[in-house]
């Protein structure tokens, strides 16, 4: 026995010395590994999205109520504050704001003092604190969004020496009062851990160091391997690094709650969640409510559990008073506050989840997408505010009455909705479905639908481009029309009321949406030249080769139809729509601007006639409803409806806006829609909301107005029944004069001898 044991000794000593240098080798690579994360980890910051900035100036047209909404979204209060700034008060027509300094891409802007006067629903002064006129100032921009990391965690970075006193106090009394004078665990709370082994789960109170150990380097498992790992760690951490660094560390990662789908961490970002306030001003009862979180944020939840937060936070107080960190005096005070949460409704990662969207999609374009979820990017956008809540309220609006009524078949009709400025290209607002703040499927950038016949300017501008052969006079033929191409079925086009109307001069024939003279028309022009005015229009998709391509039976996206009525609303000057201004580093320095890219497209005089012939369709055609909801303004627009009613449109545009409604069912079912009673009605109602500017295209020096005879096209004169005035390129008017006007060598000689016989 003596001698086993002899032989065996050498072997265990072998065992424990190959054991302890495994230990050793286990514990240099965890060292390795801390202080190589500690050190080179940054936390992972999203990308954070802006909308554009208000820029008040003198005859900016907006009503006051509208940036009081916005002040209210910035979340100024309406209580002056002498020594803050972002609060505004309102005084009749009259506003004083305190502007909050804010890093745009151009450079800081300190805080200022504003008053800001309206009148007619515009700004009709604007001065300093000092009563010094303001050309110009700008709000900070609306935070909309971001590109976040894994798990979708958001975190506002801060020093330790910015988080109040009381705070740190609060947490080190609540969670780990040895905080200062441990070595990393807590001697107790390993004898509990081992205590509840024979439960299965592992349990103990760790301490802050071990908190912040687990979060950064492990996984929340609760078994006695990651225990051990977990402590060795903390050890290692607390040889390395002070304490100053581990709890600046830990008041960042810290998870604190859950806004929708995005993860609140740190007390930064907790700060500005729960109580709308920099971190730096909150409460002792406010702290006291952050420090109670941590032990389980759903389980105390303020909003959905408000006592049980509000005893937690109590419980906070009342340990902290105990440990002599706060007076009773504070202690009472504080407990007898409220909560005082932010009555702000959560958003989520963005309460515009299909512009964010199109946002990150271009972003993509020039940045890695590691770097848009770590790096902490500024992007500022072009989405306004008050556009986008306008296009909202109507889009979900009008399809919940549509619904109600089953106008248009059973319940569920989706839609979606496109802005933008026509001069800039820059998108405005961007809804993707009925419920704006659903995170799915986005129909203004991926649904793909038949146009119908919003692709017939396209048809009217290759023929206006020859102003030798066609002017909005010239009479087109609306007959019966079979168009045979090679080696298929005849195509045989029909118009929407199953009637031919014969000779109709052009402009009507836009104007009442005829498919049987545009496809003639077509057809005649040769739909490669159509196709390639499409192209020149800022459609890059491949098109289908077949004739019925021009009565729309493509399928495009509304932002792929906002990009071809920009062209158009903007005279003929193509603007990539984009939805992305400028973009800094998360310090402010600039890193790219997207400035305006402009192409002339199309020569000034066909664009004027196209647009005269559009506004006419607002005005005496298929979008002649527009006057519901618009007084006269020379809105020019298109309707469009496709094959068995499945698809209703409108695009038009007004001064400042050109803007795209779709309409449909998401599986493609026939049904009653048109695009003048299903898309029109909230192309109209979000315009009305917007108070739009006139469209007012200045006149080309080639184009000369005549009168027109719509009869026969012909020259007319005020004798002539429905005579109207027609634009024209100098030089391709009609010579003959209509039966109906007076023969003018005749009217002439008439003219002359009543001028002599009156003298």
């Not at 509990?192 to 109170?205: N, Y």
């Not at 493609?668 to 739009?692: D, I």
Request: charged share 20%; net charge neutral.
């Amino acid at each position: 026995m003596a001698r086993r044991r002899r032989r065996f000794w050498p072997y265990f000593r072998v065992a424990l010395l190959v054991l302890a240098l495994l230990a050793a080798g286990y514990t240099l690579y965890l060292d390795q590994r801390v202080r190589h994360e500690f050190e080179g980890r940054r936390f992972a910051l999203p990308a954070r999205i802006y909308a554009r900035p208000l820029e008040l100036h003198v005859g900016l047209r907006v009503p006051e109520d509208d940036v009081v909404r916005e002040l209210r979204e910035l979340g100024y209060r309406p209580v002056a504050h002498p020594d803050r700034s972002g609060w505004y008060v309102r005084s009749g027509a009259e506003l004083e704001i305190a502007v909050r300094p804010f890093v745009f891409w151009d450079g800081p802007q300190p805080a200022k003092r504003l008053r800001v006067s309206f009148a007619a629903g515009a700004v009709s002064a604007l001065t300093d604190a000092q009563g010094a006129e303001v050309a110009l100032a700008r709000l900070e921009p609306v935070a909309i969004g971001g590109i976040y990391p894994t798990n979708n965690e958001d975190r506002i970075l801060v020093r330790l020496g910015e988080v109040p006193k009381p705070l740190v106090q609060e947490l080190i009394a609540v969670e780990d009062r040895n905080f200062y004078s441990h070595w990393g665990f807590d001697p107790r709370g390993i004898a509990r851990a081992l205590l509840s082994l024979p439960t299965g789960h592992v349990q103990g109170g760790s301490t802050l160091t071990q908190q912040l150990v687990k979060n950064f380097f492990l996984t929340p498992q609760r078994t006695l391997r990651r225990k051990a790992i977990e402590l060795v760690m903390a050890v290692l951490l607390e040889l390395h690094y002070s304490k100053q660094e581990i709890l600046e560390t830990y008041l960042n990662e810290i998870y604190l709650g859950q806004d929708r789908d995005r993860a609140i961490h740190g007390v930064g970002l907790a700060a500005q969640f729960y109580f709308d306030k920099p971190v730096q001003r909150l409460s002792i009862a406010e702290s006291a409510l952050l420090v109670g979180l941590v032990r389980g944020p759903a389980y105390y939840d303020p909003y959905r559990h408000p006592q049980r937060a509000l005893e937690r936070r109590n419980l906070v107080l009342r340990e902290t008073r105990e440990q002599g960190v706060i007076s009773a005096a504070a202690y009472q005070a504080a407990r007898a506050t409220g909560l005082g949460l932010n009555a702000r409704p959560s958003t989520g990662t963005t309460p515009f989840p299909a512009f964010v969207d199109l946002v990150h999609r271009q972003l993509r374009r020039d940045y890695d997408e590691a770097d848009l979820r770590s790096e902490g990017l500024r992007i500022f956008s072009t989405l306004d505010p008050r556009v986008q809540a306008a296009a909202e309220h109507a889009l979900a609006d009008r399809l919940a009455a549509f619904d109600r009524q089953g106008r248009f078949g059973k319940p569920g009709l989706e839609g979606a909705v496109v802005v933008a400025a026509p001069q800039s290209g820059e998108v405005q607002a961007l809804v993707g479905g009925r419920d704006p703040r659903y995170q799915g499927f986005n129909r203004a950038l991926d649904a793909e639908r038949q146009i119908g016949s919003l692709f017939k300017p396209a048809i009217y501008l290759t023929a206006l481009e020859d102003s030798s052969h066609y002017t909005l006079a010239t009479m087109l033929d609306d007959s019966k029309f079979v168009w045979q191409p090679r080696n298929a079925e005849p195509w045989r086009p029909e118009n929407y009321d199953r009637q031919y109307h014969g000779q109709v001069p052009l402009y009507l024939a836009l104007a009442h949406s005829y498919n049987v003279a545009a496809a003639r028309l077509g057809t005649t022009l040769g739909l490669d030249k159509v196709l390639a005015t499409a192209r020149q229009l800022g459609i890059e998709r491949q098109l289908p080769q077949y004739p019925s391509t021009l009565l729309g039976a493509a399928n495009l996206t509304p932002l792929e139809v906002a990009q071809m009525y920009q062209t158009i609303a903007s005279g003929g000057f193509r603007s990539p729509l984009h939805a992305i201004r400028d973009v800094t580093t998360a310090d402010g320095r600039p890193l790219k601007r997207y400035p305006l890219a402009v192409a002339q497209a199309f020569p000034p005089d066909p664009m004027y006639l196209l647009t005269a012939a559009m506004q006419d369709v607002v005005r005496e055609g298929t979008a002649h409803s527009l006057a519901n909801w618009l007084p006269p303004l020379g809105v020019a627009g298109k309707t469009g409806t496709t094959n068995e009613q499945r698809d209703a449109w409108f695009a038009g545009f007004t001064g400042a806006r050109v803007a795209v409604v779709w309409v449909g069912y998401d599986d493609n079912r026939p049904a009653r829609l048109l695009g003048a009673t299903a898309a029109l009605p909230v192309w109209g109602e979000m315009m009305a909301a917007l108070e739009p500017e006139p469209v007012a295209f200045p006149q080309p020096e080639d184009i000369e107005q005549l009168m027109i005879d719509p009869q026969s096209g012909l020259l007319a004169d005020a004798s002539c029944p429905g005579a109207l005035e027609l634009p024209f390129v100098k030089g391709s008017a009609p010579q003959a004069r209509a039966p109906c006007a007076g023969n003018p060598v005749v009217d002439n000689v008439k003219s002359f001898f009543q001028r002599l016989l009156g003298q």
